[in-house]
């Protein structure tokens, strides 16, 4: 099928100035349930020649005047996505008034109502919902909203920047007027108008400004807030010691909703997020859950500077404000606990979705070339793989070479909308090297395969590398060019505690390396701290990884020596066709650990774990989905019976601690819980798992219980799901937990369970949350009964998707995900993929969200 020509895309390429700015926008919401009236008043200028093209879907036009005077239907075009005007003038003022329904958007982009509470979310092109606009990131405008209201209903009325009137009207509604004095693009623009409990308390910055912060949350829940404002106050602390950024206005709020397709949004002075990234204590929140929170609280409070002062020229440029802030949060995360947990979490990722989009038919740059629907590049490869090639910058430049530049960035481009190049050259600039090639990371797709060879010379004490690199063509480029790729390695002696440290730079397809003076051949850990995101080709034996996971400095190198170890093992027995049996080697390193931990806890919880069936799939051209995940279990259980005794030692020698988040109680909790994990595989694993569950007086410690018995199909898992289910009814957050859980059922039971859950009172098809706990966790936590032979998983996911299509079109598009590589299975599965997506396709009305995946995987 070639259906992807028949919609246009939007190019790069094709990018063109705006022929008209708008230096400032005057906007008043009068709000109402079905007819929102929003009065829009622009002041322009024009910038080069062109007709004035505002942006604008789903509205309906009440009047559009220019310098005071009313135009006809003749004096301007208009239709379903823009309103054109010929010739407006040099310069002038511009009144349109719109009305709209919110109560009936449940896409939830622009503006909407859900559960009482008015909320926009206007990123990527979400504002030309609300009202005509030059809905683009390069028309940045000093933004004064004035909302009116009853507010008796609604007490709370924010918008972006600082509050600037609050009066009583004659009519008994409220209007409130704000202003944010920083010129932004639209997609920056946010308004929240509910009844909430008010979180707020001062934060002091470097130079001695007094900030209020203020956090608003569902009645009920100030006490589970407190989190996240310790972590906003950590996160804006951080950002001015490690970059010198200190925050600009007087207020800094974050309103946290339950309707909301994304984690969070950096609109300006006004932050929304997903309630499940703002509301946390020990008896809702895993360790997990904490984590969580504060990463995404640093990440959107740090877009102030690297998303929000300096923005986008066009959507193209994502990764200039994504890749650059993930890279700032993920840094922070390290800082606040341990970088070694945060660099395996950040690589995992990586590993499992990103190198699969890589492989599938939504390959991309970080970059991207063209675009239907540019919610659909909202991806891991636009945000984590550009933190990668933004952690290789630090690298290449060093800690102070890289603050340098970004400084030089922010200084130069402040209150600009620029490009990655622009990045790129002031980093190049402050540092002066040539980075020219280092930008073909911004345009080319792929994962690169880096092959090394090792030679050693005893004669002259010399070890010859050669490493070479080769980049597989991807579904949108063929052609593919020698990238500059920073190789960080250790060398062990194996007769020595001597250790020596060493970054190579491969620029070309392929380099010789000689490192002299080497009195016995060492082991060489390859790719220390993952420093590219590529895939890695040795000779390493099994003998050797063990070796490294044992002996090597760095945290990260010894957990990636042990996931190697699995995946070769794991092949090896599946090209084979036999199940593999545990070498003594790996027996007594697993003991020694579980007799001695790591001074790191939470490190020996991850080097004792397998790794999952997401991470071992991508060695495969075809997936072998059946032996991969017998292997997986069979492991487990020789692994569980063999070492059960030291498993229930290490478990035992643990002991327990009153719940504090902080970063000894988290590993502690982990390390017990990987040791459940394995018990709960033994004779006695009821019994630990009872026990584990009814003494825990956290939900981390609960949900490890829960887990362990469902993993290992005991049969308690049902009355403790029950028990859960009960205790925890009214917590919206926790029962997402409870689907995540049920949806995760590894038996074909479970879908009679998700139908059941689709019934639940707290469900809802347009609530976003409620949907991903459900079908998200079917199709990513559930292998076994979603890469079912008869295709019965991949049916009810294509069900659901052609059933959300049209509720939640962007919703419908991330969920799809898991059916687009259908080449990648066996014919039977092929067969049945490509059956549904075909379907998919011809279904009428298809949004661009969902359309442009389905059509780019048939191609």
């Known amino acids: 099928m070639t259906i992807a020509t028949i919609r246009e895309a939007k190019r790069l390429a094709d990018y063109q100035?705006?022929?008209?700015?708008?230096?400032?926008?005057?906007?008043?919401?009068?709000?109402?349930?079905?007819?929102?009236?929003?009065?829009?008043?622009?002041?322009?200028?024009?910038?080069?020649?062109?007709?004035?093209?505002?942006?604008?879907?789903?509205?309906?036009?009440?009047?559009?005047?220019?310098?005071?005077?009313?135009?006809?239907?003749?004096?301007?075009?208009?239709?379903?996505?823009?309103?054109?005007?010929?010739?407006?003038?040099?310069?002038?003022?511009?009144?349109?008034?719109?009305?709209?329904?919110?109560?009936?958007n449940s896409a939830l982009e622009g503006l909407y109502l859900a559960e009482g509470v008015y909320c926009t979310q206007c990123e990527a092109e979400g504002f030309r919902r609300i009202t005509y606009y030059p809905d683009r990131p390069d028309v940045l405008s000093v933004f004064t909203t004035t909302i009116i209201v009853d507010s008796t209903q609604l007490p709370f009325l924010l918008s972006n920047g600082n509050k600037l009137s609050e009066t009583l009207l004659a009519d008994g509604r409220t209007k409130t007027t704000w202003q944010d004095p920083f010129p932004k693009p639209a997609y920056l623009f946010a308004l929240v108008a509910g009844d909430f409990d008010c979180l707020t308390e001062p934060f002091t910055t470097a130079s001695g400004r007094q900030i209020s912060l203020e956090f608003y949350v569902q009645k009920g829940a100030l006490s589970r807030s407190q989190f996240a404002m310790a972590a906003l106050k950590r996160a804006m602390r951080w950002d001015e010691q490690r970059f010198g950024l200190e925050y600009d206005l007087d207020r800094y709020m974050v309103?946290?909703?339950?309707?909301?397709?994304?984690?969070?949004?950096?609109?300006?002075?006004?932050?929304?997020?997903?309630?499940?990234?703002?509301?946390?204590?020990?008896?809702?929140?895993?360790?997990?859950?904490?984590?969580?929170?504060?990463?995404?609280?640093?990440?959107?409070?740090?877009?102030?500077?690297?998303?929000?002062?300096?923005?986008?020229?066009?959507?193209?440029?994502?990764?200039?404000?994504?890749?650059?802030?993930?890279?700032?949060?993920?840094?922070?995360?390290?800082?606040?606990?341990?970088?070694?947990?945060?660099?395996?979490?950040?690589?995992?990722?990586i590993r499992t979705a990103q190198f699969a989009e890589d492989a599938s038919p939504m390959a991309h740059p970080i970059r991207p070339a063209q675009v239907l629907e540019m919610n659909n590049f909202y991806t891991v490869t636009v945000y984590d793989k550009g933190a990668e090639v933004i952690r290789m910058l630090q690298t290449l430049l060093g800690k102070a070479g890289f603050n340098a530049g970004l400084a030089c960035y922010l200084d130069r481009h402040d209150g600009q909308a620029v490009t990655c190049d622009d990045y790129?050259?002031?980093?190049?600039?402050?540092?002066?090297?040539?980075?020219?090639?280092?930008?073909?990371?911004?345009?080319?797709?792929?994962?690169?395969?880096?092959?090394?060879?090792?030679?050693?010379?005893?004669?002259?004490?010399?070890?010859?590398?050669?490493?070479?690199?080769?980049?597989?063509?991807t579904t949108d480029q063929a052609i593919k060019q020698p990238l500059v790729i920073p190789v960080s390695i250790e060398l062990i002696y194996p007769n020595s505690d001597q250790r020596q440290q060493q970054l190579l730079v491969l620029s070309e397809s392929e380099q010789v390396f000689s490192i002299e003076h080497c009195v016995e051949q060492p082991l060489v850990v390859w790719l220390e701290d993952f420093s590219a995101p590529v895939k890695l080709v040795t000779d390493y034996d099994a003998r050797s990884l063990l070796a490294i996971a044992g002996r090597a400095t760095n945290g990260f190198a010894r957990w990636d020596a042990m996931q190697q170890y699995w995946s070769l093992l794991i092949k090896q027995a599946v090209a084979a066709n036999v199940m593999p049996i545990l070498p003594v080697e790996l027996v007594e390193l697993f003991k020694q650990w579980l007799q001695q931990p790591l001074a790191d806890l939470?490190?020996?919880?991850?080097?004792?774990?397998?790794?999952?069936?997401?991470?071992?799939?991508?060695?495969?051209?075809?997936?072998?989905?059946?032996?991969?995940?017998?292997?997986?279990?069979?492991?487990?259980?020789?692994?569980?019976?063999?070492?059960?005794?030291?498993?229930?030692?290490?478990?035992?020698?643990?002991?327990?601690?009153?719940?504090?988040?902080?970063?000894?109680?988290?590993?502690?909790?982990?390390?017990?819980?990987?040791?459940?994990?394995?018990?709960?595989?033994?004779?006695?694993?009821?019994?630990?798992?009872?026990?584990?569950?009814?003494?825990?007086?956290?939900?981390?410690?609960?949900?490890?219980?829960?887990?362990?018995?469902?993993?290992?199909?005991?049969?308690?898992?049902?009355?403790?799901?029950?028990?859960?289910?009960?205790?925890?009814?009214?917590?919206?957050?926790?029962?997402?937990?409870?689907?995540?859980?049920?949806?995760?059922?590894?038996?074909?039971?479970?879908?009679?369970?998700?139908?059941?859950?689709?019934?639940?009172?707290?469900?809802?098809?347009?609530?976003?949350?409620?949907?991903?706990?459900?079908?998200?966790a079917f199709s990513v936590r559930n292998p076994l009964q979603f890469h079912r032979a008869d295709g019965r998983g991949y049916q009810l996911l294509a069900q659901v998707v052609g059933r959300l299509d049209a509720i939640n079109p962007q919703l419908a598009a991330r969920l799809i995900t898991p059916l687009l590589s259908w080449q990648r299975y066996d014919p039977l599965r092929q067969q049945i993929l490509l059956g549904l997506l075909q379907k998919l396709a011809l279904q009428p009305a298809l949004s661009n969200d969902v359309y442009e995946k389905v059509s780019k995987s048939l191609l």
């Open 424 to 473: 790129v050259q002031a980093m190049q600039d402050a540092n002066g090297v040539d980075l020219s090639q280092f930008r073909r990371w911004y345009s080319q797709s792929g994962t690169p395969v880096l092959t090394v060879k090792e030679h050693y010379d005893s004669t002259k004490a010399c070890l010859t590398l050669t490493l070479s690199q080769y980049t597989p063509a």
């Open 255 to 349: 309103v946290a909703v339950d309707f909301f397709n994304m984690g969070a949004m950096e609109n300006k002075g006004l932050n929304i997020f997903n309630s499940k990234y703002v509301l946390a204590d020990e008896r809702c929140a895993t360790d997990q859950d904490f984590f969580n929170i504060e990463s995404i609280i640093g990440h959107e409070y740090f877009h102030n500077w690297t998303g929000n002062r300096v923005t986008c020229r066009d959507w193209f440029q994502l990764s200039l404000k994504e890749g650059l802030t993930v890279f700032r949060d993920q840094e922070f995360s390290a800082d606040m606990g341990s970088a070694t947990l945060n660099r395996i979490d950040a690589v995992k990722l």
């Open 602 to 776: 939470a490190l020996t919880a991850e080097l004792l774990t397998l790794p999952e069936f997401d991470s071992l799939v991508e060695q495969y051209a075809e997936i072998p989905v059946d032996p991969l995940l017998q292997t997986l279990t069979f492991l487990t259980k020789q692994l569980a019976n063999i070492l059960s005794a030291e498993f229930a030692n290490c478990y035992l020698q643990l002991g327990k601690v009153d719940y504090v988040y902080e970063e000894r109680g988290v590993a502690l909790r982990a390390l017990k819980a990987r040791c459940l994990h394995y018990l709960a595989w033994t004779a006695q694993g009821e019994d630990w798992v009872k026990q584990h569950y009814t003494s825990a007086d956290n939900m981390t410690d609960l949900l490890a219980a829960l887990k362990a018995s469902q993993d290992a199909g005991l049969t308690c898992s049902e009355a403790l799901l029950a028990d859960f289910a009960e205790r925890f009814q009214h917590n919206v957050q926790v029962m997402d937990k409870y689907f995540n859980l049920v949806a995760a059922t590894p038996t074909e039971a479970v879908f009679e369970q998700l139908e059941h859950l689709t019934e639940h009172p707290l469900f809802s098809w347009k609530n976003p949350n409620r949907v991903r706990a459900v079908f998200g």
């Open 17 to 104: 100035p705006p022929s008209f700015l708008i230096s400032k926008t005057d906007l008043i919401f009068e709000l109402a349930p079905r007819n929102t009236r929003v009065t829009s008043t622009l002041t322009f200028q024009r910038s080069q020649a062109g007709a004035m093209i505002l942006d604008g879907q789903q509205l309906n036009l009440i009047s559009l005047s220019l310098n005071g005077q009313l135009l006809t239907p003749e004096q301007y075009s208009l239709n379903d996505e823009r309103l054109e005007i010929a010739n407006p003038g040099e310069q002038g003022v511009l009144e349109v008034i719109t009305e709209l329904n919110p109560e009936e």
